[in-house]
């Protein structure tokens, strides 16, 4: 897929990771952008149609879908975070981030599917992460979350493909976002998450893994998990 000339939409793209795949796109020639937020007048990107959503409020989407008619690809980011103890915390903080990752990521995949696929066919990119491959104290329900979201990815993948719509499931350890301000360890660029990203779309791609650790995080799968899990719980 060539990014030139195309027409994208971002979810939560008033801020880290979305606003950089806004700017990154426009820089690309994207012939328009949507930048999507629950609260659209955070948007500070000159040059895009600024649309409110909440993927979790099926009349939002619907709302946008049906506003955006003529997107060719569609970049799934919008996500929180509780750092919730599954034991417990509240299961509604659990609940709610299935809600956004899982089932709002969902909502927005079938309600624009059809419309890429009247365009002529194009792209979707489900931001992941590395935690859609293990699980680390505090993150119980982002990872159990994210998971879902990666094997939801894979499957609509193949449900995706006879319509000409490619899907990628991109993946990363922390970035420098807001959402990341209390971590202390290396953080990749969002601008860099976005770059690798869209390569990943013009090759057609189906996994991105962007950096280091999140390269480590899918090998340690194949080995035995008590020498991966000994770091969290020595």
């Not at 806004?22 to 500070?44: F, I, M, N, Q, S």
């Not at 506003?67 to 915390?89: C, E, F, K, P």
């Amino acid at each position: 897929m060539d990014i030139t000339g195309s027409v994208a939409l971002v979810t939560g793209s008033n801020r880290g990771i979305g606003r950089r795949f806004v700017t990154e796109l426009l820089e690309r020639g994207a012939a328009k952008v949507y930048a999507t937020a629950r609260r659209p007048e955070l948007v500070d990107v000159p040059g895009v149609e600024v649309l409110p959503l909440d993927i979790t409020d099926q009349a939002s989407v619907d709302a946008v879908a049906e506003r955006a008619g003529d997107v060719t690809l569609l970049v799934n980011n919008a996500g929180i975070t509780s750092q919730s103890a599954l034991l417990t915390d509240d299961l509604d903080d659990l609940r709610h981030e299935l809600d956004t990752h899982v089932w709002g990521t969902l909502a927005m995949t079938r309600a624009f599917a059809p419309v890429i696929e009247r365009n002529g066919g194009g792209g979707i990119v489900n931001v992941l992460s590395a935690l859609s491959w293990f699980a680390y104290p505090g993150s119980g329900s982002y990872a159990i979350a994210k998971a879902a979201a990666w094997n939801m990815t894979n499957a609509l993948r193949l449900e995706l493909a006879p319509k000409g719509i490619s899907m990628q499931g991109l993946h990363l350890g922390a970035a420098d976002t807001d959402m990341m301000a209390g971590y202390e360890g290396p953080k990749v660029d969002p601008a860099d998450v976005a770059r690798a990203s869209l390569d990943g779309v013009e090759r057609d791609a189906l996994e991105v893994v962007v950096d280091e650790w999140s390269a480590a995080a899918k090998a340690a799968l194949a080995a035995d998990p008590a020498a991966f899990y000994r770091q969290f719980t020595a």
